[in-house]
């Protein structure tokens, strides 16, 4: 059954330093993949995408992701974190068709940033 | 419209009322996805309807719950003899195609039972 898994569930950065989100997926196809965040009492925003090519992707608000297929990963990249980085940070993966429709998405990383 | 557009975006509910929380997708999706989120937690999947197949009913937690969708259109998601644990942030999301492709969320019905 299709599944991502995000192993960290809430992790703490100081401002200014890097960040790497984990993201693992279980799917027998070509995956498409998506990270979106959540800020405090808002809906979800889509931050990148992966359908096919390059397989590192940037996305809005200086983040990027890279595909390993070999790896089952999708992880979260941003050089240098800012304080309004904050939020929840959602993995899914898109399929055709599934037990929970076209979209499973991972439980969540809460992001916190220390100044 | 531009967006996903959900109403009411806050709703307070005495314990045992009924509620409806409505979701207008965007203009020709034909998907449909409703989530709950609980405070702290992350996205509970409840129902899915993609055109004009029968939804996909298996996240609902309850026989209290029930959605609805006419065509392509606006969705309603009803929770009948509400509890006290039914207080969440319900999210509608929509999506063009059948297949693989980014879902457009709305901001969310925040849901308090008391």
Same mark, same amino acid.
């Given at each position: 059954?299709?599944?991502?898994t995000?192993?960290? =569930?809430? =992790? +703490?950065?100081?401002?200014g330093?890097?960040l790497?989100?984990?993201c693992?997926y279980s799917?027998?196809?070509t995956?498409?993949?998506?990270?979106y965040v959540?800020?405090?009492?808002?809906?979800l925003q889509?931050?990148l995408?992966y359908?096919?090519?390059? +397989?590192?992707?940037q996305? &809005?608000?200086?983040f990027e992701?890279e595909?390993?297929?070999?790896?089952s990963?999708?992880?979260?990249?941003k050089?240098?974190?800012?304080w309004?980085?904050?939020?929840?940070?959602?993995?899914?993966?898109? +399929?055709?068709?599934?037990?929970?429709?076209?979209? &499973?998405?991972g439980k969540? +990383?809460?992001?916190?940033?220390?100044? | 419209g531009a967006?996903?557009? *959900?109403s009411?975006s806050n709703?307070v509910?005495?314990?045992?009322?009924?509620?409806e929380?409505?979701?207008?997708?965007?203009?020709g999706?034909?998907?449909?996805?409703?989530?709950?989120q609980?405070?702290? *937690?992350?996205?509970?999947?409840?129902?899915?309807f *993609?055109?004009?197949?029968?939804?996909?009913?298996s996240?609902?937690?309850?026989? @209290?719950f029930s959605?609805?969708?006419?065509?392509e259109?606006? $969705?309603?998601?009803?929770i *009948? @003899?509400?509890?006290q644990?039914d207080?969440a942030?319900y999210?509608?999301? $929509? $999506?063009?195609?059948?297949?693989?492709?980014?879902?457009?969320?709305?901001?969310g019905t @925040?849901l308090?039972v008391?």
């Amino acid at each position: 059954a299709q599944s991502v898994t995000q192993p960290d =569930i809430h =992790i +703490t950065v100081s401002e200014g330093a890097s960040l790497e989100l984990r993201c693992n997926y279980s799917y027998g196809a070509t995956p498409y993949l998506f990270w979106y965040v959540q800020s405090p009492g808002q809906g979800l925003q889509l931050l990148l995408k992966y359908f096919s090519g390059d +397989t590192l992707v940037q996305g &809005i608000k200086g983040f990027e992701a890279e595909f390993k297929r070999s790896q089952s990963s999708f992880n979260l990249r941003k050089p240098s974190v800012h304080w309004s980085d904050a939020a929840e940070y959602f993995c899914a993966v898109a +399929t055709w068709g599934g037990s929970q429709g076209n979209l &499973i998405f991972g439980k969540g +990383t809460k992001l916190s940033v220390k100044p | 419209g531009a967006g996903v557009s *959900q109403s009411p975006s806050n709703k307070v509910t005495e314990k045992g009322k009924d509620v409806e929380l409505r979701c207008d997708p965007i203009s020709g999706h034909t998907a449909l996805y409703w989530y709950r989120q609980r405070l702290g *937690q992350g996205l509970e999947f409840l129902i899915y309807f *993609q055109g004009n197949s029968a939804p996909d009913k298996s996240g609902l937690p309850s026989d @209290r719950f029930s959605a609805e969708r006419t065509g392509e259109s606006v $969705s309603t998601l009803t929770i *009948q @003899r509400t509890q006290q644990e039914d207080s969440a942030v319900y999210l509608c999301a $929509s $999506s063009l195609v059948v297949g693989p492709t980014e879902a457009f969320f709305g901001q969310g019905t @925040r849901l308090t039972v008391v």
